[in-house]
């Protein structure tokens, strides 16, 4: 059974710092881009980061450059997503996505939720 399963999400104060993972099963990982996503309340999902198979590429929406970072550990079948200077309107759930050989984001966790309180 394929899954994703999210996991670090909580309350911290607008400036502070979250990490974020989510752990792989039921698929060969490596063979996977993945993403993170998020909601916010009342508006629609949003693409947050992306990370290349091996790691080695990754890409940002504008709003989070230089605040968030994604990485993944192959062995560990699992992706993060480090999460610093939080601010308020950081506030959603966060999905976790993956995407095989390019047919798009078509297996997703159920989200964790992060509050960030100004």
């Known amino acids: 059974q394929v899954q994703l399963v999210e996991s670090g999400g909580g309350l911290v104060q607008a400036g502070g710092s979250l990490r974020l993972s989510c752990a792989a099963s039921?698929?060969?990982?490596?063979?996977?881009?993945m993403g993170w996503f998020r909601q916010a309340p009342g508006k629609e999902r949003e693409f947050v980061a992306r990370?290349?198979?091996?790691?080695?590429?990754?890409y940002y929406t504008d709003s989070v450059k230089g605040r968030f970072i994604i990485s993944r550990d192959n062995e560990q079948n699992t992706v993060y997503l480090q999460m610093n200077s939080l601010k308020a309107e950081d506030t959603a759930v966060y999905y976790c996505?993956?995407?095989?050989?390019?047919?798009?984001?078509?297996?997703w966790g159920k989200g964790t939720l992060v509050t960030a309180s100004s």
């Open positions: 996505a993956a995407d095989g050989s390019g047919t798009g984001w078509n297996i």
């Open positions: 039921g698929l060969t990982f490596s063979g996977y881009t």
């Open positions: 990370i290349s198979r091996s790691g080695g590429y990754t």
